[in-house]
């Protein structure tokens, strides 16, 4: 029996109920045991987070990339201006990437990374950021697989979220 096939597409409006609630199931797997189940679950926090995703899919400096498997959201991933001021003035862009815990271990994260790479190619990035808890070994090692590398640095407003650099060449083949 074949693996149902991954569809890419890029995000609308529309999907925001959708990416939301993604986001707080994969959240509330990938910090279980780390962050106070009271702040996975709270409704403020839950708002919080729409608020965000409405702000992100309104932006013009973001693009938010939805994997479906069987017309069901498997994962997401969002490149963009950085939030804060990087350390590296090579560094132009950022990711996260959520994928619902349903669908580990399926490729929804490297289907999502790979749409990512070619959207940077093809505007020119040469470096991303993207920022991982440090307790978050699985995603730490799943961006290591894709080419990522931890620089050391940490984001500006927590020294939990340690920095990753991935030097994009213009070229697939480099």
């Known amino acids: 029996m074949n693996a149902p096939t991954v569809q890419i597409r890029t995000a609308t409006p529309e999907d925001l109920d959708a990416i939301t609630d993604l986001h707080t199931r994969s959240r509330a797997d990938y ?92 505007a020119s990035v040469t470096t991303a950021r993207l920022w991982v808890q440090h307790f978050n070994h699985r995603a730490q090692a799943f961006y290591r697989s894709q080419g990522w590398a931890p620089d050391g640095h940490h984001r500006p407003d927590s020294t939990d979220l340690l920095g990753y650099l991935l030097h994009i060449p213009a070229n697939p083949a480099d």
């Open 31 to 122: 910090y279980r045991g780390f962050v106070d189940a009271a702040e996975l679950t709270d409704p403020a926090s839950a708002i919080v987070r729409r608020n965000y995703w409405t702000r992100t899919l309104n932006s013009a400096d973001h693009t938010i990339f939805l994997a479906h498997k069987s017309d069901t959201l498997a994962g997401f991933a969002v490149i963009g201006a950085c939030a804060f001021p990087d350390p590296d003035p090579e560094v132009t862009s950022e990711m996260h990437l959520y994928v619902d815990p349903r669908s580990f271990r399926q490729r929804i994260g490297a289907h999502l990374h790979s749409t990512c790479v070619q959207a940077w190619r093809a």
